[in-house]
């Protein structure tokens, strides 16, 4: 297979959303497939969209999802610099060879004057095209005058990896612009220059340069430079409506998903599929086995819908498969921000035990918040969840209170405290009360709980210790 260069190119004009990040994941898939390279290369030169702080952003969401670069910031390589804004000699010079070959013009036309063109055309009903309307006059290139592309309107055919045999005739062909006249370069030519210059062999992103493409390829062409594979991103639609997922639609940031518990496993796993699949029925996959099955091939044309819920289940599916696959231990320092506050004093190997007998339960490492404090706090008693409980609304409070009395008494009883002796003890219970387990058990796990819900009775008991149940029990004995 050929060695595949591919770089992530965004620019750092805010936070990264997940629409942004999948644009990483495919360079970073068929890179490591074919034994190949991932650049970063950070496109900063629309200076007025520039936000401080955004290139770490990006940096830390590649990190955190385990996507590194052979080269880029932070680790450098042999095209140093990777930020377009310290690259403007480059640039220069290969708009001085455009110049030279009369492929590039200065154009010191006013935007007023440009506005006025386009009024014209608007009025007349025909498209404009900013190549009818090339100065005559062309002064010397010089700061503070932009640089143009001489065009040669002509018929393109080219091939997209995704898209296909795609054909364009010479009405898309303008004078783009190559050089701004604050200095830096425009998108469309300044990513054409640093691919050729860093040997990118799939330029792989969004759709939407598309359409702009057939002026990408006159510009290549007049440099005398080899064309790339193309390779376009379908793209990822919010979650209703036909829009791509934008900020507006509420795209989160993928830090903030961190932030909410969801694992960066799932996260990639979750992008990866987005747009892509193996043809198979699979739906978890391990960053290894979205190497080894990754195709261009298999990159669907039309967009993907965005789907949270889908993301929040493979989370959960996420979750138990670390359990299951590598134990506790490793699931355990992946949880340290997400215990309920009055967690903080309890141990790690206690929170260990919570976290072994609640893990199949969480969709998010943030659902510990919430189902996991009566663990570490006393829970609030709250009477109706027992009188109004559908399994104990037909026994009257003393019954109940009874009922509690003989819990207590036989638990106080159980030998060695741990889950077996404790079912043993429950199933006696049940024989001698002669209760149903709904009945039963619903009222001592509401007892030791007041939770909606709870691992099973006895192994809750069993890492809430004897002391603590018996504690809760008689609670509310007393209370009732
Ligand atoms: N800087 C462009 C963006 O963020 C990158 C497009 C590309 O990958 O060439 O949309």
Redesign the pocket.
Known sequence: MEKAIT?????P?GYIHIG?VR?AIYPYLLARQSNGSLILRI?DTDRARYVEGATELIENTLEWLGLNWDEGPIVEGPHSPYFQSERQKIYHDWANKLIKSGRAYADPTPPEKIAEYREQCNQAKIPFLYRNFRPTDVPEWQPGIPLRFKTEPKNYSWHDEVMGDMHAGPEVLDDIILIKKDGYPT?NFA?IVDDAEMGVTH????VE?LSSTPNYLAIYEALGLKRPKLVSLPHILASQGNKKLGKRDGAKSVTEYRDDGILPEAMLNYLACLGWNDGTEQEIYTKDELIQNFSLERIQTSGARYDETKLIWLNGQWIRKIFDEQGVENLYPRTQNFWPQSAENYPDDYKIKVLSIIYDRLKTLSDLRNMTSYFFEDPTIDLDLLTKNKFLKKFSESELETLLKQTITKLTNTKAWDADNVQNSLNELLVETDKKPAELFGLIRIAISFAPFSPALNLTMEVLGRETTLARLNTVARSI
């Open positions: 770089r992530f190119a965004p620019s004009t942004n644009s496109e998108y990513h330029v792989m992103r969004g340069y």
